[in-house]
């Protein structure tokens, strides 16, 4: 196994944690040294292993801060806990690469990073919606093989969405920004999918509807479908912004693309394993105007077969929550989770997580997700 290398921050500090990616901005160890953490990152850019987490977890370590690249389950969760360590937290919304009832089992917290991502990622959603419908993918490797011969009017006809319907699957934090960020933007109707209706989103949107005709506009129209198919078979563009589990995996599959419309846009920045992309590589070859933009990938880093031969494909790799305010977010919330619960202080019970980006941050964890089955005490209550 090839040695990784890491670096050393405050090496007198009375507890270990280690770190198993570099992470951006400064606060996030300012935030582990004042807990008198000794932060020991690793400087490979090389996807952990298991052994390799291992390895470094050692015989005694109190914190891990992990990615979502990596297999946090039993075997991990037990090391840690037979070194001592009491907390870890992925520098990620997303949790499905951790198993939470094992962390649990070993009473270990599990930390999250939720409400850094929602604007950068639903931007991001928007950005690839647009890149697939005007065919900028494509327009770019054009322009660089020098194949631009003068402006022709019938070059890259794209798809024009303003006040068509954009479809929504999954109306949580991320998914109802890039709603609203469609229908406000581009005057949309919107259909959403959701086991739970989003009566916020939903009023958001009348609201702008009544807006709209105050000043003589045709209003906008929101609707949460009945069934996903319904969904499919309606919208002009699909945003996937559901969580990864059982009863999610392949939902977008080939009867599903099926339903859609002949040139729809499918835009997924949730997790790879949603979209069956073998049967995506087989619709999108079948179907020259229809077109999908992914951020994710279901075997990432590798892509199946013939995605990347297709030109009505939009590839871009996981950075649909790389912003830098993002990412340093990100980065100071998952080491407040683990600076706090090594402190023993209680769990955060606000939806509102931007004063732990502030220097003076409260005295909590901003949020675990096993809190409630591991008793953890809640801020503020007694
Ligand atoms: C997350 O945090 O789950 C995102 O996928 C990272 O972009």
């Known amino acids: 196994m090839e040695q990784k290398k890491w670096e050393t921050h405050n090496p007198t500090g009375s507890r270990r944690v280690i770190v198993t990616k570099i992470l951006p901005g400064s606060l996030w160890l300012e935030r582990l040294i004042k807990a008198d953490c000794k932060v020991e990152v ?3 850019t090389d996807v ?5 987490i291992k390895s470094a977890i050692g015989q005694q370590c109190d914190a891990v801060l992990g990615q979502l690249t990596e297999d946090w389950g039993d075997e991990l969760f037990g090391t840690l806990e037979a070194a001592g360590g009491t907390a870890y937290s992925n520098v990620a ?6 198993d939470v009832d094992a962390a649990t089992g070993h009473g270990i917290p599990v930390g999250n990073t939720p409400g850094v991502l929602t604007e950068t990622t639903a931007q991001m959603a928007v950005a690839l919606t647009f890149a697939a419908a005007r065919r900028t993918g494509e327009a770019e490797r054009f322009m660089r093989a020098g194949k631009y011969k003068g402006w022709l009017m019938t070059l890259f006809l794209g798809e024009l969405l303003w006040r ?8 949580g934090r991320i998914g109802a920004n890039y709603a609203r960020m469609m229908v406000e933007g581009h005057k949309m109707n919107l259909v959403y999918y959701d086991v739970y209706p989003n009566q916020e989103l939903e009023d958001y949107i009348a609201a702008y509807g009544d807006f709209l005709k105050s000043r003589g506009e045709a209003p906008v129209a929101c609707k949460r479908a009945d069934t996903l198919e319904d969904l499919l078979r309606e919208a002009d563009c699909v945003s996937l912004h559901t969580v990864l589990d059982d009863s999610t995996h392949h939902l977008i599959n080939a009867e599903r693309l099926a339903l ?11 997790r790879g394993p949603v ?3 073998a049967a995506l590589v087989g619709h999108c070859r079948r179907h020259p105007d229809f077109r999908a933009a992914l951020d994710v990938f279901e075997d990432e880093p590798a892509m199946k077969p013939g995605l990347v031969d297709l030109d009505n494909v939009v590839i871009v790799p996981h950075i649909a929550s790389a912003t830098r305010w993002t990412r340093e977010g990100m980065a100071t919330l998952a080491a407040s989770n683990v600076a706090a619960l090594l402190r023993g202080y209680p769990v955060w019970n606000q939806p509102d997580i931007l004063p732990f980006l502030e220097a003076d941050a409260p005295r909590a964890a901003p949020s675990v997700v096993n809190a409630d089955d591991l008793k953890l005490p809640i801020f503020g209550s007694r």
């Open 42 to 44: 690793c400087t490979s």
């Open 164 to 171: 068509k319907t954009v479809g929504v699957i999954g109306a």
């Open 93 to 98: 919304v997303g949790f499905n690469n951790v």
């Open 48 to 52: 952990l292993s298991v052994d390799d």
């Open 260 to 270: 859609m419309k002949e040139n729809a846009i499918l835009v997924n920045t949730s």
């Open 275 to 277: 979209v069956d992309e």
